[in-house]
């Protein structure tokens, strides 16, 4: 419905400015809000996904947003769209994740009747994005629309609302496009990166720590020779393990859930920690245990993009406020001391990291998640992406799964269940040519099932491994360590899931043997569907290193003393 005379609608305005941004990807589930926008979509060059739920659509989005540095674009219909979809905003809140959504709303004459689905973005969104507005002005779409891709990519990134009203959406105007935009790099400067040579020179035994957001190829081989000059040991916090080649002499290991107690005590004892990028946020501070807060017990530099996290939680010895890609460029200028005291311990670093990684753990029944885990890595090709909701099958993913590329995981830092389907679709959707495998458990995976429909609407040969333990493992692991034997809300009658994908149209294929487990990946790859492999594991096997059974029993032990 192009206009005569070049005007556009407001519509058509706002999907012209998202693709002078250089959005070529919208993940969205319609609403009769934003009719005028599907209709600017039909005759547009950008591929739209049409999902099956606004969480699975928006954690698409975000998936795109972590996998690109880019904001994800997400569209869906107020009300009940908009808080279907939050879940994938707050995934982008806490993992930092530059994100979009574009909320169908009521027309601007009805509001504050209680209209048909209204809902007060401002306030039922404030908390989790960066900023929430609503566009009133058609002349005002470039703008805001512009200012939305600054906000989410600045600073510390995040996720940007934007109410679109439905009668303004369809007001026809001649405005022109805002200007491309390119995110923001901020520099360090010159003094502060002397100051950290300074502290570098004079430390024993320092560790760098990488995490957050918005980083890049370049980037991660940028900050790879800097530790190599340097022979710092480093280690990746809590699903940020992309950021540093698992198998360079450097690294140290994955900070996490469950992580290699000698890297624990290895940051414990460090007299520097350089955090580059991330937050060391509850989960790789181990519930805020390392470093002393508010002034941390060594020398720490904290170097992070967005100036309202230096300081919030850990009083840093120097902070430095700059994007992980500037600084990685700008530490390639630094030089390392004369002679480096620590090198033997970033060798010792390495080595008990591929100690701690290197075989399976003994597990009981007759499929060994960190075998399958292994396997994987060992044969999957080098580009594949791995994708994981929340659970603690993941703790397998993170200890086994070497992750060497940059992008090669794409997990939640905020523990989002439901997350891996949709990621593994958006990611697919992003790259189809790479091999893209979810991780899931079972309780994890049903949360977004239902997205098998959109893999098998767009023929998505995703593959997800569900890791079926017939509980809400995690729960049941705590439940037992503070309750032990009172079972309560734990337990899953699960669906045939083999039967479930084939619905889908998809392929399926139970495991019940670790050894069975290459021809039914080589079966599901060469099936050239969505695909599910379901692993059938013992509920007893609830983490690498220790079981239900044991942790029952120590409950006990420690009631009765
Ligand atoms: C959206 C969401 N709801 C609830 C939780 C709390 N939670 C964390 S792990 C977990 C159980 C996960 O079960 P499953 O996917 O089967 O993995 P398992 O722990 O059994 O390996 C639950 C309910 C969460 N993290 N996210
Ligand atoms: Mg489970």
Redesign the pocket.
Known sequence: MRAKENMRTAAEVLVDQLIVNGVRHAFCVPGESYLAVLDAFHDRDIEVTVCRHEGGACMMAEAVGKATGRPGICFVTRGPGSTNAA?GLHIAHQDSTPLILFVGQIAREMKGRDAFQELDYRAAFGGIAKWVTEIDDPARVPEIVSRAFYTATGGRPGPVVIAIPEDMLTERITVPNAPAFEPVEAWPGATDMMKLQKMLWAAERPIMLLGGSRWSPAAQAAIGRFAERFVLPVATTFRRGPLFDALHPCYAGDLGIGPNPKLIERIKAADLVLLVGGRLGEIPSQSYSLIGIPGPQMTFVHVHPGSEELGRVYTPHLAIQASPTAFAAAAEGLQPPGAIRWSDGTKAAHADYLAWTEQPTEQPGSVNLGAIMVWLRDNLPEDAIITN?????AAWVHRFFRIRRFGQHIAPIS????YGVPAAIGIKRLYPERTVVCI??????L?NAQEYATAAQYGLPIITVI?D?G?????RMHQEREYPGRVSATV?KNPDFVAYARAFGGFGITVEKTEDFPAAFRAAEASGKPAVIQLKIDPDAITPSTTLAKIGAAARAKQKS
């Open positions: 879940h909701g929340a659970g603690n099958f523990g989002s269940m439901g899931a458990g079972d309780g994890d995976f949360m890791a333990n509980l809400y493992g995690t729960i899953l």
